[in-house]
């Protein structure tokens, strides 16, 4: 009975491909995988340059890591997360996977003659292509979540959790750097009607045109979260008094000439608009919000379709 | 005193066969690099694993870590740590002899750790009559939060490693990092039975 060569007869079943190079990079052993992922027999690769056989590896790069291995008689290795494949193999998921080669992990070995001269580099490739679909889609999953832990979920504008954390980044710059701040805090007059007579779809439907309606009359860097129930917060950054005044008064403006349409009615509504900006007394982004609020219920007790500053002056405007 | 402690001698021991490594490993690596590479004394500690990422970097700003596991004879295993500093990242391609634009700065940083981390645990291994071998290195976190985070989130299943911490500086290219070896207390023993035979044999 022939004597079986164990590892010439495990290294063709393996899921791995193994190739060995010389010091002239000429390939001198080639196993199974590679002959059935590259399609190409041994008799064709056995003493051909690696670079001919494999001509979109990066020649110089792929020199000078080889470099590390002779020189320095240790192992080295190339992960699919930093360098998705090395060599442009096709993969055993082209059905499932959207990906075009094989992700790779490639480890580099010193083999080593007796006298503990580096006389040949082994490369193991393995197959990654599942780690790297499964690790991707995580990924896009981890990033849609974030996005959604941000944004409110009827209006598409930040959630109060997010837009708090905003606020306190924005006060603590605006501190640091003595830079102008403003708050904006508006609330929708008599809302609870709305629910009441035409449903809470109707009154779900308004909170969505006016946030609509509000976001588009503001700055890329201005910060619009929903705070709570008709309750809506802005932070302007860089914005003085007057500045966010202005911005106010035309929210007020645009929210009273607005008519949203449900079913065959035409809903009109109002807002009553409070406004703030830093003051050297507030020591916590907190103190913004309470200053921003109070001012917003004295434009409801002023007779609601007001915007009213929380500053000294305490001004009320229609 | 635990068992897991390493005596006086022993710890002389080790720190001998460590400068030795550190030695041949620096004179490697330089001719590789074709620059010199300084390794600094080492510190060796025992740490806890409630104490480990307090122990890893208390002040300093590690923006990068690479972890490679690594295994020889006699249950000699562990994990090595690279730790490296935010302005240290801007020459590695230089100094690692490859154009900046054939690799990312993370492949930069996990080409340079495995480097350093192999050369020096292959000689170490050699001067023990042993063998290494290693997990492909792994970038663990690639910023200062990320780092103490990831340290904080595992819950660990040994109580006590081995800590050595080496320091490698390139001043040409003022380069800094730190290589943590962490032996896990079921390493120890086994460390130890090394050191006394090599103590034996003197």
């Known amino acids: ?318 | 005193m635990s068992s897991l402690n390493l005596n006086e001698d022993q710890q002389d021991c080790l720190q001998e066969i460590i400068n030795v490594a550190m030695g041949q490993a620096s004179d490697q690596l330089a001719r590789y690099l074709d620059t010199f590479v300084y390794l600094k004394v080492p510190s060796i500690e025992q740490v806890s694993a409630q104490s480990l990422s307090m122990t890893l970097n208390p002040s300093e700003q590690a923006v990068a870590v690479v972890s490679q596991g690594f295994f020889g004879y006699e249950g000699i295993r562990g994990e090595a740590l690279l730790m490296y500093q935010p302005k240290d990242s801007d020459r590695l391609a230089d100094l690692l002899g490859y154009e900046p634009d054939e690799l990312s700065v993370e492949e930069q940083i996990i080409d340079l750790s495995s480097i350093l981390t192999t050369t020096f645990l292959n000689v170490f291994a050699s001067q023990i009559d042993n063998q290494m071998s290693y997990s492909a290195p792994r970038l663990l976190a690639s910023s200062k939060t990320s780092v103490s985070q990831h340290v904080e989130q595992q819950a660990f299943n040994w109580d006590l490693a081995l800590k050595v911490k080496i320091t490698y500086q390139v001043t040409d290219y003022s380069f800094n990092c730190d290589m943590i070896l962490l032996i896990p207390e079921s390493a120890i023993i086994n460390i130890k039975t090394v050191i006394d035979r090599i103590l034996e044999e003197y």
């Open chain 1, 1 to 318: 009975m022939a004597v079986i060569d164990f590892c010439a007869t495990i290294s063709d079943k393996l899921n791995t491909g193994v190739l060995v190079v010389d010091l002239n990079f000429e390939i001198v052993e080639w196993n199974r995988f590679l002959q059935v992922h590259a399609n190409k027999a041994p008799k064709e690769v056995i003493g051909q340059s690696i670079f001919a056989i494999f001509p979109e590896l990066p020649q110089k790069w792929f020199a000078r890591k080889l470099s590390s291995v002779v020189q320095l008689r240790t192992q080295n290795f190339c992960s699919w997360e930093q360098r998705h494949h090395l060599f442009e193999l096709p993969h055993t998921r082209q059905i499932t996977t959207d990906s075009h080669f094989m992700a790779q992990n490639c480890t580099f070995l010193p083999i080593e003659s007796d006298e503990g001269q580096v006389t040949h580099i082994c490369i193991l490739i393995e197959d990654a292509t599942d780690v790297c679909h499964y690790q991707t889609k995580l990924g896009k999953t981890l990033e849609e979540l974030a996005l959604a832990n941000r944004i409110d979920g009827l209006t598409q504008i930040f959630n109060r959790k997010h837009w708090e954390e905003c606020l306190d980044k924005e006060f603590s710059r605006a501190r640091r750097y003595d830079h102008e701040l403003a708050l904006i805090m508006f609330d929708l007059d008599h809302f609870k009607l709305i629910n009441d007579n035409y449903g809470h779809q109707c009154g779900d439907l308004v909170l969505i045109k006016i946030s609509e309606l509000v976001q588009s009359l503001l700055r890329h860097c201005d910060l619009f979260g929903r705070y709570g129930g008709e309750e809506f917060a802005i932070i302007l950054p860089e914005t003085d008094l007057v500045g966010a005044k202005d911005v106010a008064m035309r929210i007020r403006q645009a929210i009273d000439e607005t008519v949203i349409k449900f079913h065959n009615e035409n809903i009109r509504i109002s807002a009553s608009v409070g406004v703030t900006t830093i003051d050297a007394k507030d020591k916590r982004y907190e103190d913004m919000i309470n200053n921003a609020d109070v001012a917003l219920y004295r434009a409801k007790d002023a007779g609601r379709n007001m915007v009213c500053t929380a500053n000294e002056l305490e001004e009320c405007f229609s």
